[in-house]
């Protein structure tokens, strides 16, 4: 049971550079997260997606975007890295149905921007 | 202002002891639902329990117990009898208005790092 898959594990950039992460989940959710974490400061959301085809912004999206064409997909792309994007990236999703349902994380994607 | 606190950036505890981690909330909906994770230091988001506010009961799992006090915003995570594999970094989370549906997204505090002595 895969669950939520993140790729790549690690990366390394130079500034100005792009790149895209790839979140795929094999549990039919809705609900698709990208989150961003670093040293002191907790999960802070990216960019969100309700369902397939649509996107949002949560609290700190700027120098990121993202896309949902495909429900089991969600893609968080760096168009012109910067040295402040040096982060842990998460990635979630979740069915929407109970209240009381978790967000599923994948295992994270570490990413150096030099 | 902070929608989710922790208190304790770190805490170091004996083996087989009770501990507790706090978490405090801001919120103005009546409508709301804390989570606790667990990141061990292979990294990795492994959900804990859940308390929604109009739960009756505080919430239990196993050795994980959630100490709502809701006058208090308050939803302390306590763990019994802790163990060596207990050391790892833990958040509190809010999600509001989880009566409408689509409201999911998550708002985390910045976690307390707890260390676990033999």
């Known amino acids: 049971n895969a669950g939520v898959t993140q790729t790549p594990k690690f990366r390394v950039l130079k500034t100005g550079q792009s790149m895209t992460l790839l979140c795929a989940q094999d549990?039919?959710?809705?609900?698709m997260y990208w989150y961003r974490q670093d040293p002191g400061m907790g999960l802070r959301l990216i960019h969100y997606s309700v369902g397939e085809g649509t996107t949002a912004k949560g609290e700190v999206p700027d120098g990121y975007n993202v896309s949902r064409l495909k429900k089991q997909n969600f893609l968080l792309g760096l168009e012109s890295a910067a040295p402040s994007q040096t982060s842990v990236y998460f990635c979630?999703?979740?069915?929407?149905?109970?209240?009381?349902?978790?967000?599923?994380f994948g295992d994270g994607t570490r990413l150096s921007i030099l | 202002a902070q929608k989710i606190t922790q208190t304790q950036p770190g805490m170091f505890v004996q083996e087989k002891e009770a501990v507790t981690l706090d978490c405090t909330y801001d919120t103005s909906d009546p409508s709301y639902g804390l989570f606790w994770y667990k990141q061990p230091s292979s990294g990795e988001m492994i959900f804990l329990i859940y308390?929604?506010?109009?739960?009756?009961q505080n919430a239990t799992e196993g050795r994980y117990s959630l100490n709502f006090q809701k006058a208090r915003k308050s939803a302390n995570l306590v763990i019994s009898a802790s163990q060596l594999g207990d050391s790892a970094m833990y958040f509190c989370?809010?999600?509001?208005?989880?009566?409408?549906?689509?409201?999911?997204?998550?708002?985390f505090g910045t976690g307390t790092r707890l260390t676990i002595i033999p």
């Open positions: 979630a999703s979740s069915g929407g149905i109970f209240s009381n349902q978790p967000q599923h």
């Open positions: 549990m039919n959710h809705e609900y």
């Open positions: 308390q929604g506010s109009y739960d009756q």
């Open positions: 989370a809010m999600r509001e208005g989880i009566s409408n549906f689509g409201n999911e997204k998550l708002t």
